[in-house]
C-alpha cells in the first residue's frame, strides 16, 4: 500500500513577510508548508516561498543579517522553484532605488524602481497601488502554459490583488510574463526565468484565481510516496 505525502514547502522567515497567508494558502492546496530562517530546512524542501512586505533595504539587511543570501542561492542553484512574491520579487534584482541604490539578491539582472503618481481618466492614481488590477500575460506566455505552468488556468485579464509603491523592471523582457497597467506605467507584473517566478501582486490575497498559482505549484512538485 502506497501512502502519498505532500510536498514541502519553506516559508522564508526574514522578519519582513505576510507569512500567515502564505501558509493558509499553502495549506490550502495541499502542501506542507513551514515558516523558517534555518537553512537547513530551507535547503530540504521540495520549494521555496520568498515573501515580503516593507522596504527593500531594510529586507535585504534582514536577509544578510540571517545568513540567508547564500541559502537562497543555492535554492536557485538545487533547481528548485523558487517564488518571490511583492518585495519577495523585487529582492531577485539585481539593485532597487529606494531609499538610494540598494544591491539586491542578483538572481536576476534588473532594477525596483518607484511607480509615480498620474493620472488615468481623470482620477489622480496615488502612490501606492493599493487594490484589484488585471495581469496582462505576455505573448511568451500566453499560448504556451509550460512556459509558465503556474498561469494554467489563469486566464488573461484576470484581476490581482496589489499593494505596492515599487515595481520591477528586468534587463531581458522575455522573463516578463506579465504585465499590469497603473495610469501611464505599464509594469511587470509577473516573471519567470527557469526555476525562479515572482510575483508584484498576492496571490495568496487574490481570491480563487490567484489559489490556482498555489495549485499550479503543487502540481509542478512530484508528489512523494513511502510504501
Known amino acids: 500500500m502506497s501512502i502519498e505525502t505532500r510536498p514541502t514547502v519553506s516559508i522564508v522567515d526574514y522578519g519582513l513577510g505576510n507569512l500567515f497567508s502564505v501558509k493558509h494558502a499553502c495549506d490550502y492546496a495541499g502542501m506542507e508548508a513551514t515558516i523558517t530562517s534555518a537553512a537547513e530546512i530551507i535547503l530540504s524542501t521540495d520549494a521555496v516561498i520568498l515573501p515580503g512586505v516593507g522596504a527593500f533595504r531594510d529586507a535585504m539587511e534582514c536577509l544578510i543579517r540571517q545568513d540567508l543570501v547564500p541559502v537562497l542561492k543555492d535554492v536557485v542553484r538545487s533547481e528548485k522553484p523558487l517564488l518571490g512574491i511583492c518585495l519577495g520579487m523585487q529582492l531577485l534584482m539585481t539593485e532597487s532605488q529606494e531609499f538610494g541604490i540598494t544591491k539586491g539578491l542578483g538572481l536576476l539582472d534588473g532594477e525596483v524602481l518607484r511607480l509615480e503618481t498620474s493620472f488615468e481618466n481623470g482620477q489622480h492614481l496615488k502612490v501606492p497601488h493599493v ?31 496589489f499593494v505596492h509603491s515599487y515595481f520591477t523592471k528586468p534587463m531581458n523582457r522575455n522573463v516578463i510574463s506579465s504585465t499590469t497597467k497603473y495610469g501611464a506605467i505599464e509594469f511587470c507584473s509577473s516573471l519567470v526565468k527557469d526555476n525562479i517566478f515572482g510575483y508584484q501582486f498576492h496571490p495568496e490575497r487574490s481570491g480563487a484565481s490567484g489559489l490556482r498559482i498555489y495549485e499550479n505549484l503543487r502540481s509542478q512538485l512530484a508528489p512523494l510516496k513511502k510504501d
Do not use: E
Not at 137 to 153: C, H, K, L, V
Open 131 to 161: 487594490g484589484w488590477s488585471p495581469i496582462l500575460i505576455s505573448s511568451n506566455n500566453a499560448n504556451d502554459q509550460s512556459n509558465n505552468p503556474m498561469f494554467a488556468g489563469v486566464p488573461d485579464g484576470t484581476d490581482m490583488y
